[in-house]
Structure formats: C-alpha cells, structure tokens
C-alpha cells in the first residue's frame, strides 16, 4: 500500500546546524510529496512541496528534492534557528488518489 | 470562510457520554479529512469524504466513530461513549480534492478533546 516513514525524533539541534529529516515514501506510479509543520500550538500548514521526480521544493529557507530512484524527499535546511522548532510531517497524496496520507511527524528542538 | 474552522476548539466530557465536533471547510473544496493527534503522536487518519463519493472509512478506530458530511460542507465527527483513551486532538483538513493531486490540505486549529 501506500506509505510515508519518517526518521524518529526528537531531534535537538543547537541554532545554525545544518539539518536534514529523512523521509522515504511506498506508493505506485508518481505521486505528490508534500512537507507540512506544525508550530507549538498551531494548526498544520503546508511548508513546501514537489509533484515529480527531480522537483525541489523549497520555502523559508528549507529544500526537499524528489528522488524517484530512492523513494525520498528528505527535508534539509543550511542553518536552522530557534523559530525552527515545531514538528514536521512527510506526505503524499498517490497517483489516482486524493487523500494525503502522512508520516508519524519528526519533532525539532533547536537551541539557542 | 477564511480557512477551516472547528468547533469547540476544546471539549471537557464524563467517560461514558457522546460528543459532536464540528468542522466547516473551507468554500469549494471538495475534500473534507479528520485525523486525531494524540498527545506526542503523529497523525491518525479517521476518515475521508470526497464530494459524493462513499466516505473512505477505513481509519474509524472503532464503531463507536462516527462522522457525516451535510450537503458537501459541514462535517461532524460524533463519538459514542467516549473514553480515557479517546482523549486527543482531532483535526479536520479540507483541500480541492478531485482533479487536483497536488493540491495541498488546509488544517483547523483542531478540538482538543478531554475524557475524564
């Protein structure tokens, strides 16, 4: 079936680390990958998105670039602060489908 | 409406009674999602309503779950005999849905439901 699996959190940073958050994906044909965030309490929101192989997404500093050939859109920013700090969902909606299925979430703890 | 609103945003009930959330999507979608979050956990798919299709169910956790969507809009998640562990976040997400399968899904702050 279709699936989304994302690298276990927390994951703790101090301020300006580089990171990078795993996200690997099942689903047939070529579906849409999608980024979302969720700040300490807010609502989800969308944060970037690609629609096809090679594709990157970026927005507020961050990137994910659709891998095809390894199932992947992991999400990677250069420099990240403490505003960073929310939690992260990998999803995607399948060719022919319409529901967006997400992954578990990934936690993100920055430091100052 | 502006974005996807939901109703109550927190809710406090007794073990044993029924509950109503109420989720409004947003004008002109046509996809309506609930999902629960429970306290340090990820996202549960609940149930999917696409236009007038049959809703995709297949997340309810049990029968005691159920949601109907009235004339394409309003959605209401109802849950019979709530209990302890029934106490999450619900969060209902609308998007354009049919035809578009980029389109992104638009949250509500969610209802924090509490089971005591």
């Known amino acids: 079936g279709n699936s989304v699996t994302q690298m276990e959190g927390p994951v703790t940073l101090s301020e300006e680390a580089f990171l990078t958050i795993n996200c690997t994906y099942t689903a047939t044909g070529y579906p849409s990958l999608f980024w979302y965030v969720q700040y300490p309490g807010e609502g989800l929101q969308l944060l970037l998105k690609a629609t096809k192989a090679d594709d990157k997404g970026s927005n507020k500093g961050f990137e994910a670039t659709y891998r095809k050939e390894t199932t992947s859109f992991h999400l990677e920013k250069g420099s990240v602060q403490v505003s960073d700090s929310a939690v992260y969902f990998c999803?995607?909606?399948?060719?022919?489908?319409?529901?967006?299925?997400f992954g578990a979430g990934t936690r993100l703890f920055v430091k100052a | 409406g502006a974005g996807v609103s939901q109703s109550p945003s927190n809710k406090v009930t007794e073990k044993g009674k029924d509950v109503e959330l109420r989720c409004d999507p947003i004008?002109?979608?046509?996809?309506l999602y609930w999902y629960r979050q429970s306290l340090g956990q990820g996202l549960e798919f609940l149930i999917y309503?696409?236009?007038?299709?049959?809703?995709?169910k297949s997340g309810l956790p049990s029968d005691r779950f159920s949601a109907e969507r009235t004339g394409g809009s309003v959605s209401t998640l109802t849950i019979q005999r709530t209990q302890q562990e029934d106490s999450a976040v619900y969060l209902c997400?609308?998007?354009f849905g049919q035809g578009a399968q980029d389109t992104e899904a638009f949250f509500g702050q969610g209802t924090r439901l509490t089971v005591v």
């Open positions: 004008s002109g979608h046509t996809a």
């Open positions: 999803a995607l909606i399948y060719t022919g489908g319409f529901k967006t299925i």
């Open positions: 309503f696409q236009g007038n299709s049959a809703p995709d």
């Open positions: 997400a609308s998007s």
